[in-house]
């Protein structure tokens, strides 16, 4: 039998740590705006590389997002795990050298978004941006075989601890 739990906080750290690849939510004019985000965890912070275009202009106009990061194996393997925080724009050289030193180690050529030229009235040059989510709550929830028969997540999945 699967059943859902919540996940401890150092279970959400992990899975936060181990993952680089997201959905970050953020809203304008109470419309939800959901885009695929890599990111760098570095506890507490949340860095996000992105470049002047629709995801920034919201975060500037409203500031409060959330991060939604998941690990899945199947339908009956999973983790979730959602940060809900406030978006600041990093403007301080020597915090914006750490976060890009550190978003460059997860993602070395900062795809899609220094690639990606859309034709819409969002996208200027690419101008680079930097946000550091600083979160007020993280909550996470994993599936839990407890009929005895329990699959573990494959190597590439499994936990580091």
Same mark, same amino acid.
């Given at each position: 039998?699967?059943?859902?739990?919540?996940?401890?906080?150092?279970?959400?750290?992990?899975?936060?740590?181990?993952?680089?690849?997201?959905?970050?939510?953020?809203?304008?004019?109470?419309?939800?705006?959901?885009?695929?985000?890599?990111?760098?965890?570095?506890?507490?912070?949340? $860095?996000?590389?992105?470049?002047?275009?629709?995801?920034?202009? /919201?975060? %500037?106009? =409203? #500031?409060?997002?959330?991060?939604? !990061?998941?690990?899945?194996?199947?339908?009956?393997?999973?983790?979730?795990?959602?940060?809900?925080?406030?978006?600041?724009?990093?403007? $301080?050289?020597?915090?914006?050298?750490?976060?890009?030193?550190? /978003?460059? %180690?997860? =993602? #070395?050529?900062?795809?899609?978004? !220094?690639?990606?030229?859309?034709?819409?009235?969002?996208?200027?040059?690419?101008?680079?941006?930097?946000?550091?989510?600083?979160?007020?709550?993280?909550?996470?929830?994993?599936?839990?075989?407890?009929?005895?028969?329990?699959?573990?997540?494959?190597?590439?999945?499994r936990d580091t601890q």
């Open positions: 039998m699967i059943e859902v739990e919540d996940m401890r906080t150092d279970e959400i750290n992990d899975l936060l740590s181990r993952r680089n690849y997201g959905h970050l939510g953020c809203a304008e004019d109470g419309q939800p705006y959901v885009v695929p985000v890599h990111y760098a965890y570095d506890e507490p912070a949340i $860095y996000i590389y992105t470049t002047e275009g629709k995801k920034s202009e /919201i975060v %500037k106009d =409203n #500031p409060l997002v959330c991060l939604q !990061v998941e690990e899945v194996e199947d339908n009956q393997n999973w983790k979730s795990v959602l940060v809900n925080g406030r978006a600041v724009h990093v403007t $301080y050289p020597a915090e914006r050298n750490r976060a890009l030193e550190l /978003i460059t %180690k997860v =993602n #070395p050529t900062l795809t899609p978004a !220094v690639s990606i030229r859309w034709m819409d009235s969002w996208v200027r040059e690419n101008v680079e941006v930097i946000l550091r989510i600083d979160s007020r709550t993280k909550t996470g929830r994993a599936s839990v075989d407890r009929s005895g028969n329990e699959k573990p997540f494959s190597s590439k999945h």
